[in-house]
């Protein structure tokens, strides 16, 4: 789940785009194209987020939120940059938003602090959402710890039903697995118990255990040779995705580590512009 381990995929998908200043043109239309950096949503330094804000947008234009990773502890929304230039590029109606979050340490653990501090970003949009013209629609990108962030908000917390799409891109989707748990990874099993030893507790912070059948469209993408994300983090909640006929697509890279480049690249970014454009 560190940041500098999933860069790789971040940092090429920026050649998948045409520019990574595509601001649109504001010339005989309604609205101007703004960019709001570092919007205050609580007290904290890291409770800020970048919102981008289309031309011509009106209240009916869907909000995308982008979640970063960095295993509960580090990273920062510009690691989500090359994602937020991709979406502005091939989606450019959709209004993006790029979220930090406090990051977890020894006396802060990451849950509820980072699930609580998505709940303040979603109510300060809702609260300006005349002020900045956009729907209340959302549509959630993470990576890593920022994918495990989003899948759990999606299914858990979004008690508005304002979710219409998630996607999760390495993401843990069940921190109580065997292999987190018997793992001989100190490392690894360092992070997984920042939330947390006991079993019943770690299952309340899986996405696993809270996917149900109002759960809104997931699309998912694991590499096979994840260090980081055993194949059965993908694959049970996929299994349970079709088991409560909840829509949702998979990609398993056999190649794959915690990111990838390449032909893969390029799959992953074809999907995921097609899965935003039919759900959000």
């Given at each position: 789940m560190s940041s500098l381990k999933y860069l790789a995929v971040c940092l090429v998908f920026t050649l998948l785009s045409c520019s990574t200043d595509n601001t649109p043109s504001s010339d005989n239309e309604s609205l101007e194209y703004k960019a709001l950096i570092n919007v205050a949503y609580g007290n904290d330094a890291k409770q800020v987020y970048?919102?981008?804000?289309?031309?011509?947008?009106?209240?009916?234009?869907?909000?995308?939120?982008?979640?970063?990773?960095?295993?509960?502890?580090?990273?920062?929304?510009?690691?989500?940059?090359?994602?937020?230039?991709?979406?502005?590029?091939?989606?450019?109606?959709?209004?993006?938003?790029?979220?930090?979050y406090r990051l977890a340490d020894v006396n802060n653990p990451p849950h509820p602090m980072q699930i609580d501090d998505i709940t303040s970003v979603v109510n300060d949009l809702k609260a300006k959402q005349s002020e900045y013209q956009i729907s209340t629609d959302l549509g959630f990108m993470?990576?890593?710890?920022?994918?495990?962030?989003?899948?759990?908000?999606?299914y858990e917390y979004d008690t508005d039903n304002q979710v219409n799409m998630v996607c999760s891109m390495v993401g843990p989707t069940n921190l109580a697995d065997e292999a987190y748990i018997n793992s001989e990874n100190q490392d690894l099993q360092d992070l997984i118990?920042?939330?947390?030893?006991?079993?019943e507790?770690?299952?309340?912070?899986?996405?696993?255990?809270?996917?149900?059948?109002?759960?809104?469209?997931?699309?998912?993408?694991?590499?096979?040779?994840?260090?980081?994300?055993?194949?059965?983090q993908g694959i049970d909640l996929k299994d349970k995705l079709e088991e409560l006929e909840v829509v949702y697509e998979f990609t398993l890279y056999p190649n794959g580590g915690?990111?990838?480049?390449?032909?893969?690249?390029?799959?992953?970014?074809?999907?995921?512009?097609?899965?935003?454009?039919?759900?959000?």
């Open positions: 970048d919102i981008y804000l289309p031309a011509n947008r009106t209240t009916e234009s869907k909000v995308v939120i982008l979640v970063h990773g960095g295993g509960w502890k580090e990273g920062d929304k510009t690691d989500m940059n090359a994602f937020r230039d991709f979406i502005r590029e091939q989606l450019p109606n959709i209004v993006m938003v790029n979220m930090n993470g990576v890593s710890a920022g994918g495990h962030l989003s899948l759990l908000w999606a118990f920042q939330f947390g030893t006991d079993i507790v770690l299952k309340n912070v899986s996405p696993l255990y809270k996917v149900k059948t109002t759960s809104p469209p997931t699309l998912l993408f694991y590499g096979g040779q994840d260090p980081l994300i055993p194949n059965s915690h990111g990838w480049v390449g032909l893969d690249l390029f799959d992953t970014s074809v999907k995921l512009k097609a899965f935003i454009e039919k759900h959000l």
